[in-house]
């Protein structure tokens, strides 16, 4: 593990190499629209995207059409009593990022891809499960 160790840029010395992080938080619709944008990759691409990777990436969850995750939030929203119109800016769906340092990444990319994919499926699943939502889309990107 020490060679592992030896390779972390000295930007990330303060950081755990080892540890894998989730952060989560609320969407917009039109937040959402560009989430998905960036997960498949219309549009620009960004700088940090190694295009010779993109084909690497994953698609483990489809994304329900956007007009239906509206609906089902008004649907939501009238059955908990709630008189007003939804505003145009209200957050409608969770978005989450998962990460690893770059020890947790090493040996996490020596498992085989099927294994990567339930672990990446198992814990999106734990992780709405605990906030009371459904997943709706699980994008694995390895171009970044």
């Known amino acids: 593990m020490k060679d592992v160790l030896d390779h972390i840029p000295p930007s990330h010395a ?9 952060r989560v938080e609320t969407c917009t619709l039109s937040r959402a629209r560009a989430q998905k944008r960036h997960d498949f990759r219309l549009g620009a691409i960004p700088a940090y995207v190694d295009q010779d990777r ?5 698609t483990l969850v489809s994304l329900r059409p956007f007009p239906a995750i509206r609906d089902e939030n ?9 008189i007003r119109k939804m505003k145009s800016n ?10 690893f340092g770059h020890v947790a990444a090493y040996y996490f990319e020596a498992l ?3 294994t990567q994919d339930a672990a990446f499926r198992e ?3 734990k992780i709405a499960d605990k ?5 709706e889309d699980l994008v694995v990107h390895r171009d970044e």
């Open 123 to 125: 814990l999106a699943t």
């Open 90 to 99: 209200a957050a409608v769906v969770l978005s989450g990022i998962i990460t």
């Open 14 to 22: 303060k950081s755990n190499p080892r540890a894998a992080s989730v």
């Open 131 to 135: 906030l009371n939502t459904s997943l």
């Open 54 to 58: 993109m084909n690497l990436n994953r």
């Open 74 to 82: 008004v649907r939501l929203r009238e059955r908990a009593g709630r």
């Open 112 to 114: 085989e891809v099927e």
